[in-house]
């Protein structure tokens, strides 16, 4: 059997998998945010490290752990920690991918120039959502003068790298999770001395980077699992899920829905760049396999502030849900918008509103947030890198059939989702797999994912109204105070 571990943003999930690819025992634990000003976003670190530990306690819990024959490990990715080396201690809280502290770093940045060539060297524009302005924010903080970090006392790293250090005392990151630090040369794989001197970043507070495959530390302290039970898998969340689509074969794409979601693809961007994606290293199992990507802020997050806001949960705010929003929009830009956008200035809204406006119309224009986001970065995928005919669909919010059928309609496109939903814990079981030789990539391939294909529906004229008003939302969404408009619509 193979043990994946999939530490997320708001819970951590452990599944056990047969030599079929059967989920055979699931465990999970839930994972608190806090949000001391408007805008930040922390966790606690040693509190996803008990989470890890509890959700394996409930994943093998009366089963036999010493067939465990190795374990996976996907991870959220851009969140960033700060801890002493001595004492393995964190320093400070995680910062979270979904953090907007660094924004009025990111516009400096920008300002000076800085954007063009930390996107070349990086793949990824200055946003504050990656991890190398967390880094200056964290380093300000605790080491001001980096006399601390260039003595070795300090160790920063992704989530990833943070859990790691907990097995087995090493400081590594995986490379995947390291190019969406914004301190990786996408390229090279190698940390650029010229982002790291940008971002004041000391090179001896950094983990060594690694392939996907390790070496890593086997497993230590992360009861019942046998101490040295090896680790043969580390991946980010994302790339894992588009592993476990078998995502190498061509033409491949999928959508993630997560707290938020991440459209990906393997190849390359254009060579003249793109402002709507990202380059990044999806993983490296013998080589670095680079993939494209676009990454959405808010997605299940929307539907989780809705219910919250109403007195309701997140199911059954969806199950209200009208069949018609009714001319309302909802942008949630509660951090600013990602892709293809990247504005760190939008602002969430709510448009279209009238004195009959109830509950349903806002769950359904919450629900079309999340399909009209997705197609946004779809589209662009499908105009700069490759058409796109199939959208792969994983994760928690694919269960909805409204919200699948909605974005089938949307992009005009078939929607496949598998049996399987949580597909970042299966990519890194698989992963895992490979290196246990349990599978090799035409057995993966083979393996049945089963689930459900749903077929676009809506007629073209209207699916092409309902963007164009999506997208008039969206400008207002980004329109300035002054009156100046930087939306834009996708082709």
């Not at 036999?64 to 002493?84: F, H, K, M, N, T």
């Not at 980077?209 to 043969?232: I, K, M, N, Q």
């Not at 078998?246 to 254009?270: D, E």
């Not at 059939?401 to 814990?425: E, F, I, N, Y």
Request: hydrophobic residues 40%.
């Amino acid at each position: 059997m193979l043990l994946a571990i999939d530490q997320g943003t708001s819970a951590t999930k452990a599944v056990l998998v047969d030599a079929a690819g059967r989920v055979v025992a699931r465990g999970s634990a839930s994972v608190a945010q806090s949000h001391p000003q408007p805008g930040w976003v922390e966790q606690s670190a040693t509190e996803i490290w008990d989470s890890v530990r509890a959700a394996v306690a409930d994943c093998l819990a009366g089963q036999d752990a010493a067939s465990v024959a190795g374990v996976g490990l996907s991870a959220q990715r851009e969140s960033l920690v700060l801890w002493a080396r001595s004492s393995g201690e964190p320093v400070g809280p995680l910062l979270s991918w979904q953090d907007q502290r660094t924004a009025a770093h990111c516009g400096r940045l920008r300002a000076e120039g800085a954007g063009e060539r930390v996107r070349s060297l990086s793949g990824l524009p200055v946003d504050p959502m990656f991890s190398a302005p967390k880094a200056t924010w964290l380093l300000d903080a605790h080491d001001p003068d980096r006399s601390r970090s260039r003595r070795g006392g300090l160790c920063l790293g992704t989530v990833d790298s943070w859990l790691l250090s907990r097995l087995g005392g090493d400081h590594l990151i995986e490379v995947g999770n390291a190019s969406r630090t914004q301190l990786l040369d996408v390229r090279t794989c190698q940390w650029s001395p010229e982002l790291l001197d940008l971002f004041g970043v000391p090179p001896e507070v950094l983990p060594n980077v690694v392939a996907s495959a390790g070496p890593f530390p086997p497993v230590s302290g992360l009861p019942p699992l046998r101490d040295g039970t090896p680790v043969l898998a580390v991946m980010g969340d994302s790339h894992a899920a588009l592993f476990a689509h078998a995502g190498w074969r061509p033409g491949q794409v999928k959508a993630t829905y997560g707290t938020g979601s991440s459209i990906m693809s393997l190849g390359h961007l254009p060579e003249s760049g793109s402002d709507a994606l990202c380059a990044t290293v999806a993983w490296d199992d013998g080589a670095p396999r680079h993939a494209v990507e676009g990454n959405i802020r808010a997605s299940g997050a929307t539907l989780t502030w809705l219910a919250a806001v109403l007195g309701l949960t997140p199911e059954a705010l969806a199950e209200q849900a009208a069949g018609s929003s009714d001319g309302v929009h909802l942008v949630p830009a509660f951090g600013g918008l990602g892709a293809p956008w990247w504005d760190d200035e939008a602002v969430g809204l709510f448009s279209g509103l009238t004195f009959g406006t109830r509950a349903p119309q806002l769950a359904r224009a919450a629900l079309e947030s999340i399909a009209f986001q997705v197609e946004d970065v779809v589209a662009a995928v499908h105009r700069e890198v490759a058409p796109v005919q199939t959208l792969l669909a994983d994760g928690g919010p694919t269960a909805n059939r409204t919200l699948m059928q909605l974005q089938a309609d949307t992009s005009d496109r078939r929607v496949r989702v598998p049996r399987d939903r949580d597909l970042s814990a299966l990519g890194a079981a698989h992963l895992a797999g490979v290196g246990a030789g349990i599978w090799d990539r035409s057995a993966l391939e083979a393996l049945d994912r089963g689930g459900e294909i749903y077929l676009p529906q809506e007629a073209e004229p209207s699916r092409r109204q309902r963007l164009a008003l999506w997208h008039g939302a969206v400008a207002r969404a980004r329109a300035r105070g002054t009156g100046e408009d930087r939306g834009r619509t996708p082709a």
